[in-house]
């Protein structure tokens, strides 16, 4: 459904909200009691089973709640946001019945770069936390799979979660005190520091451990999610490393979990010996200039034996080519992965490509005992853009978003100029990263007449913080040029920004523009920055008028900018 579940800030109590579908809106579950006084919390609400996707903002504020019931939901929170934000979670009793349980949740992260948090765990007591699957592929410093904030952590309890941070952010991170048990978890980061323990970042879950005295028994892998939404797991390293509970006697999936060795995760999975599969396709990831380009692809060993031979087929467009024979005595090991290179690949400007690779006849058998992850496929389009275009009525696209569309879509082979015709353009527009830019190919949008007064992007102010409040926003882009045109916010609110970097967006020029807003209150600025690594960006001969602020470059955390 298109609006949000709002529950209204009441004593409300026993409540139970099972087996739902929710999709869009910028809350999903808003469960917000404000009361310092135990006995007139809300008691005895319950979030189970149920698919919250595509929220904006928030999929779960659970706000002064005891007794809080939240089990086997699946959130994906598309790029910026908070997947639980469990405020004062009990915070007060451990009378039978009043422990809060947060268990069996997939919680995903997958895009943006702004800020994310998969639980935002804040004053939390009598909190169990147990066999949740979270990830996090947003980019920011400020993204973390779990953030506890706690006074003194009485009885708050961690047990089987996989987190999972490849945008650069902490798996874990735990303020003002400790935990009271957390053991038995898997943290898996690509970025430098697994986690984050009263200030002091730690890089590695040996120094986590050293740290905080917890997580003796915990690992650090790459669960192998099925995808950045999917949060089934594939890594047979996690199977039979869980400690038992027994508010989790199933999985997300109804499963019955082993009661001596159960798995880590919400996902118990229950793996064959002898199971191979490709994991991604690590190159080309761009063909868009075509030309000639090794492939080469991941496979992982999904079984619970060594792997020491098999096969990796693919073609391109239905077009078999040569397969890949793998064998090795000493093998591929439980949950290990092996990249290879499969040959090579001459793609032409212009045409797609539809690519597949599986895996087949893993340690000589004659068919994979689970066939399911065998398999990837990927269409490419070797159409990247180069030389000049327009934007107008009769042009190459009628608007900015079509054309910053097309150009993230396809990418660049050499310089791109996009000169505009003379209108007014009411749009707000994210140029995101643009495949191919350099310092030699780069992105020039211009006044077609060379008039900047005549070529306006304008996006009105609004009346609070939300989506789309910029004109303009340079996101993780690199090497994007706009000259001689105007970019303002001329109606509206009291919010908004003209222009807006972020996302670490580097080498990008603002020229002999005119960058305006309509004097309001305290929270309209032209050019707004708040995000670490925003760098190397010119602005040069330009008129900035009005607005509360004309440039903010504003960052608070541990990079110097």
């Not at 430098?192 to 003796?216: E, F, I, P, V």
């Not at 200039?289 to 999904?302: E, I, K, M, S």
């Not at 490419?380 to 275009?389: F, N």
């Not at 908004?496 to 603002?510: D, F, L, M, P, W």
């Amino acid at each position: 459904m298109g609006n949000t579940s709002y529950y209204s800030p009441s004593a409300d109590s026993a409540n139970k909200f099972i087996n739902n579908y929710m999709e869009g809106g910028f809350y999903g579950f808003y469960m917000y009691y404000y009361t310092y006084y135990t006995a007139a919390r809300a008691f005895g609400n319950v979030i189970s089973n149920n698919t919250i996707k595509d929220v904006y903002y928030m999929g779960v504020m659970a706000y002064y709640q005891y007794g809080f019931t939240f089990t086997n939901n699946k959130l994906n929170i598309g790029d910026n946001g908070y997947g639980l934000y469990n405020y004062y979670g009990n915070n007060a009793t451990s009378a039978s019945g009043s422990i809060n349980l947060i268990a069996n949740n997939f919680i995903s992260i997958p895009n943006g770069n702004s800020y994310a948090y998969g639980m935002l765990c804040y004053y939390n007591e009598y909190t169990k936390y147990l066999n949740n699957n979270i990830y996090i592929g947003n980019t920011s410093t400020y993204a973390y799979d779990a953030y506890f904030y706690t006074s003194s952590g009485t009885s708050v309890v961690m047990y089987n979660n996989n987190y999972v941070n490849t945008g650069g952010g902490y798996a874990i991170y735990v303020g003002g005190s400790s935990m009271d048990t957390s053991d038995y978890n898997n943290f898996y980061v690509t970025g430098s520091n697994m986690g984050s323990y009263n200030g002091s970042a730690q890089a590695t879950l040996a120094d986590w451990q050293s740290t905080t005295s917890d997580d003796a028994n915990s690992m650090s892998v790459k669960p192998g999610y099925l995808s950045k939404t999917n949060l089934h797991i594939m890594n047979a390293m996690l199977n039979g490393k869980g400690k038992w509970c027994s508010e989790t006697k199933k999985d997300i999936d109804g499963d019955v979990r082993n009661t001596s060795t159960p798995d880590i995760g919400a996902d118990e999975i229950f793996p064959p010996a002898t199971d191979a599969g490709v994991y991604t396709l690590d190159s080309p990831a761009y063909t868009g200039c075509g030309g000639t380009r090794d492939v080469w692809v991941t496979v992982a060993n999904y079984g619970t034996g060594t792997l020491t031979s098999f096969k990796v087929n693919w073609s391109v467009n239905g077009t078999a080519q040569t397969a890949y024979s793998y064998s090795s005595s000493t093998g591929i090991t439980i949950g290990q992965m092996l990249q290879v290179k499969l040959g090579s690949y001459t793609f032409t400007t212009g045409s797609t490509y539809a690519m597949k690779f599986y895996t087949s006849s893993p340690n000589g058998l004659s068919t994979d005992p689970n066939p399911s992850n065998d398999t990837i496929a990927k269409s490419m389009a070797a159409s990247g853009l180069t030389g000049t275009y327009s934007i107008g009525t009769s042009g190459t696209w009628t608007t900015f978003t079509a054309a910053v569309a097309d150009l993230t879509t396809k990418g660049v082979c050499g310089a791109i100029v996009i000169n505009v015709d003379d209108n007014t353009y009411t749009e707000s527009i994210d140029v995101t990263a643009i495949p191919g830019t350099t310092a030699t190919k780069t992105v020039t949008f211009q006044s077609k007449n060379n008039d900047s007064s005549k070529v306006i992007l304008d996006w009105a102010l609004t009346s609070s913080y939300g989506a789309g409040n910029y004109a303009l926003r340079l996101n993780g882009c690199s090497y994007v040029i706009f000259k001689k045109m105007t970019i303002q916010r001329s109606t509206g609110g009291n919010y908004g920004n003209a222009i807006e970097i972020t996302g670490s967006a580097t080498y990008n020029t603002v020229t002999n523009c005119e960058i305006r807003s309509v004097y309001s209150g305290a929270y309209s600025f032209l050019v707004y920055s708040s995000t670490a690594g925003d760098e190397y960006n010119a602005f040069r001969n330009n008129l900035l008028y009005n607005s509360y602020y004309g440039v903010y470059c504003y960052h608070y955390g541990t990079i110097r900018d």
